[in-house]
């Protein structure tokens, strides 16, 4: 993510981020007791708002705790901070923590008032030189808890994950648990043999991601034949092509795994095709409203 746009959200004030301070007893900080939330803002329009608000109401009740706001809420917060920090391609990030209580305690959980943090930074998508090379990357052991359908503020794995394939000069590490495929350490991960899309399917090994799901839908529209299943370690390796998906870098080929070329080692077809369909969904959204 880009250095942070200047105005940020905090429990009900907009404010310059340097103003911005929490309790050092915040679970957020104590336990990473929290969930976020990542969406794409193209030319000053939230990109799928509907999804993002529904996944992280079901990571918050999934850690027992309700939503603050309500859907309309969110969506006044998020058209006065895209505004403040003068609109354009944002990547948007908010997060709701348990609060701030008096000292440190597991449980029982505290009915507290609720901090909620939103900032934005320009969305800087991977150039069209990267796309067109693909990036590398490498696999690792999928060393994470089990409960990675929520999105929680609780990233330790997946901050150390990633860092392998920064010391890899990688740019994402792919992660495998028993032999198969779940997902990145900040994306998801799709495979494509034979001209079929596939992803692993939803379960609490991976994150439900809201990229995929565009993918799946202009998958459809495409007549690419996509399927939710089990991908094993060996039909990743011998993939003709894998491909990354994420609000922060859309859908990115992935030509080299582990050192070795992925399929033709070129960006594919079946990628080349879906990457344009979003590029063209993109375009229908522009002015519509959100
Ligand atoms: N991460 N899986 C994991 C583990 C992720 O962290 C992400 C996104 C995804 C893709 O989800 P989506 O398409 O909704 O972005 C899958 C965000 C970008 C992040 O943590 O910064």
Request: aromatic share 6%; charged share 20%; proline share 7%.
């Amino acid at each position: 993510m880009a250095e942070p746009l200047p105005i940020c959200y905090l429990n009900g004030e907009f404010l310059p981020l340097e103003a911005a301070h929490i309790s050092p007893f915040d679970r957020g900080f104590l336990f990473g007791d929290g969930a976020y939330e990542v969406m794409p803002v193209y030319r000053g329009r939230p990109f799928r708002a509907a999804a993002h608000c529904a996944r992280l109401m079901r990571s918050l009740a999934a850690i027992r705790m309700e939503d603050p706001h309500t859907a309309a809420e969110w969506r006044a917060l998020f058209a006065a901070l895209i505004e403040r920090n003068g609109g354009g391609d944002q990547s948007l990030y908010w997060q709701v923590t348990r609060g701030a209580e008096r000292g440190r305690n597991h449980a029982p959980l505290p009915k507290l008032k609720r901090t909620v943090f939103l900032f934005s930074a320009p969305l800087v998508l991977p150039t069209a030189a990267v796309r067109e090379r693909g990036v590398a990357c490498i696999s690792a052991e999928d060393t994470r808890w089990a409960r990675c359908d929520i999105k929680s503020t609780a990233l330790l794995a997946n901050v150390l994950l990633r860092e392998l394939s920064v010391e890899a000069n990688a740019a994402e590490t792919i992660l495998l648990r028993n032999g198969h495929l779940t997902e990145g350490s900040s994306s998801a991960v799709h495979v494509v043999q034979a001209g079929q899309l596939r992803t692993p399917q939803h379960s609490p090994e991976i994150l439900p991601g809201t990229t995929r799901s565009v993918v799946e839908e202009l998958a459809a529209r495409a007549g690419v034949v996509h399927c939710a299943g089990p991908v094993s370690e060996a039909e990743l390796r011998g993939a003709d092509e894998i491909w990354l998906s994420s609000a922060a870098r859309e859908i990115l080929p992935v030509t080299v795994l582990d050192g070795a070329p992925v399929g033709s080692g070129q960006p594919g077809p079946v990628w080349r095709r879906l990457y344009a369909e979003l590029q063209l969904y993109k375009g229908e959204l522009a002015g519509q409203p959100w």
